[in-house]
């Protein structure tokens, strides 16, 4: 079993940058691939970033390429995304995930064993 705890969204102008941290508890995560994914309301779940771990694979959404970096400090059991050149439409909540295999590194959903609560971004105009 992994906990996973989001922390810092915040309210950002656009074109400002902000880091995520998700923090992972009770095993470590070095065996799981993780992702970033997205959710504005009224929207579905967005996948975003993925990595296979420190120094692994990483991929990402058309939609944040270049402005998105996923990494990870295994040391830290922690997963960051950080978020540079933010647009208005990068508001939603923020949610980290680790998958145990499957198809993680195509973002889907059902790939994704463990999830956080999420952490809201809001990027002004």
């Known amino acids: 079993q992994v906990q996973l705890l989001e922390s810092g969204g915040g309210l950002v102008q656009a074109g400002g940058s902000l880091r995520l941290s998700c923090a992972a508890s009770?095993?470590?995560?070095?065996?799981?691939?993780m992702g970033w994914f997205r959710q504005a309301p009224g929207k579905e779940r967005e996948f975003l970033a993925a990595t296979s771990g420190s120094g692994g694979a990483t991929h990402y959404a058309d939609s944040v390429k270049g402005r998105f970096t996923i990494s990870t400090e295994n040391a830290k059991n922690t997963l960051y995304l950080q978020m540079n050149s933010l647009r208005p439409e990068d508001t939603a909540g923020y949610y980290c995930a680790a998958s145990r295999g499957g198809r993680w590194y195509a973002g889907e959903l059902a790939a994704y064993d463990y999830w956080g609560r999420g952490t809201q971004v809001t990027v002004s105009s």
């Open positions: 009770g095993r470590t995560f070095s065996g799981y691939a």
